[in-house]
């Protein structure tokens, strides 16, 4: 199936993670959080490309909690089709929470929000 993009906002939600993103502790800082990150680019000599070391924990930036990090034998990304993480999304207010307040399933009823949503 082939779907017309132009039709489409699409919001690209990922966290961008580069050469440079080390602090001088070796630590990436996002929040109140502070995970293990280093990213070195260097030139590998044999055919002049460009090259990234990546030295990292498993949960930094960006990433998915797929059911085989928490089930043996569960699904992992290469099992899911990229439809799971795409489609068409519902935004919602929760201005009236303070910061760190947990989100609540009464918070995602009283926005609306019904299984299967994907919620921006």
Do not use: C, Q
Request: proline share 6%; net charge negative.
């Amino acid at each position: 199936m082939v779907i017309d993009l132009k039709k489409y906002r699409i919001v690209d939600l990922s966290e961008e993670l580069v050469p440079g993103t080390l602090n001088t502790n070796g630590e990436y800082v996002h929040g109140s959080e502070v995970r293990r990150l280093e990213i070195r680019e260097f030139i590998y000599k044999p055919d002049n490309t460009i090259m990234h070391w990546v030295e990292t924990e498993t949960h930094i930036g960006t990433h998915v909690e797929f059911p085989a990090h928490y089930v043996r034998g569960g699904k992992d990304g290469t099992s899911l089709p990229i439809e799971t993480f795409m489609g068409e999304a519902v935004g919602i207010d929760l201005g009236y929470k303070k910061p760190g307040e947990p989100l609540t399933p009464e918070d995602l009823e009283k926005a609306g929000v019904k299984s299967g949503d994907i919620v921006l």
